[in-house]
């Protein structure tokens, strides 16, 4: 919870699991998963504005979910394996890129 904060994960292991919550302004995302099975969750809430979400999942089984509340708000999923599941809730302005293959 707050401003400007910076936040980066990397997960190798098999079944990882990043579940992270922002309530604030500017902050940063940057999440990769490498391992089989791995799930992410990133929820941005209180109507927090001008926050960047990136997530890479290079892994069989993936699953994003991306819940967001304000504006400004930019996601990015890169999903590059079979298998993968995506779940986005947007409100606000905002900017999202999807790539799977």
């Not at 309530?23 to 941005?44: E, M, P, R």
């Not at 994003?64 to 304000?70: H, K, L, R, W």
Request: zero cysteines; hydrophobic letters at 40%; aromatic letters at 2%.
């Amino acid at each position: 919870d707050g401003n400007s904060n910076v936040i980066s994960v990397a997960q190798t292991a098999a079944d990882a699991s990043a579940e992270i919550t922002i309530g604030g302004d500017t902050n940063t995302v940057d999440l990769t998963q490498s391992a089989a099975n791995a799930t992410a969750a990133v929820t941005i809430v209180n109507v927090s504005n001008r926050n960047d979400v990136v997530i890479s999942q290079s892994i069989a089984g993936a699953d994003a979910t991306v819940t967001i509340d304000g504006n400004r708000n930019t996601y990015q999923l890169a999903q590059h394996t079979v298998a993968t599941v995506v779940v986005a809730e947007i409100d606000g302005n905002r900017s999202f890129t999807i790539e799977q293959y």
